[in-house]
């Protein structure tokens, strides 16, 4: 169900979960409120103290069947709270299975927040490699168009070295092209 709500003090409040289940005929709604303070302790605290046993009074919740199950007063007491809490556990399965679906939905959508994180990053990296390759090419492209000017048509041992030339020798093969006195020196 959806976890935004306005406050009493009207702050916005976003990403609190709330499940809703059966409770016998009734829907139980279970409201885990998501606070950023959270106490130093390692478990819960839960005032028993502050439960009435009146025997007059309905069982609502588990805590309430637990609490009065540790305080019966007569097996016939325990027998029915029994058979109210293995009622419940039908309800409690419910909602494992509504709190594993959405599980399995966040650990999609993170699925495919990855992916599509990914394809960005393929494509990013696939555009700086062809820019790259592309950089090359013109590179290679002007210092043949520079050493034809100067010495003429470029004989086909040359060009398969000019071919797989690296950029720094393709660099090299620029800075020397005007100071070379022939193709020989200037490919040594």
Do not use: C
């Not at 950023?36 to 919740?61: C, K, T, W």
């Not at 809490?85 to 709190?99: N, P, R, T």
């Not at 960005?120 to 390759?133: F, K, L, V």
């Amino acid at each position: 169900m959806n976890g935004s709500y306005v406050s009493d003090d009207l702050r916005g409040r976003h990403g609190d979960a709330v499940w809703r289940m059966r409770w016998g005929d009734e829907w139980l709604y279970v409201y885990l409120l998501l606070e950023r303070f959270q106490p130093d302790q390692a478990f819960l605290l839960i005032d028993e103290g502050a439960y009435s046993g009146d025997a007059r009074q309905p069982v609502n919740s588990l805590v309430a069947a637990l609490f009065r199950l540790e305080h019966h007063r007569s097996p016939d007491e325990v027998a029915g709270l029994l058979q109210l809490l293995v009622g419940s556990i039908h309800d409690l399965q419910e909602a494992y299975e509504m709190i594993t679906n959405r599980f399995e939905e966040w650990k999609e959508r993170q699925r495919l927040a990855g992916v599509e994180q990914g394809v960005e990053q393929g494509m990013a990296q696939g555009m700086e490699q062809g820019m790259a390759r592309g950089r090359l090419e013109g590179e290679r492209k002007l210092v043949l168009r520079v050493i034809q000017h100067r010495f003429g048509e470029l004989p086909a041992a040359y060009r398969l070295r000019l071919q797989s030339a690296s950029q720094a020798e393709l660099e090299d093969l620029a800075d020397r092209v005007l100071d070379a006195s022939s193709l020989d020196d200037l490919f040594r």
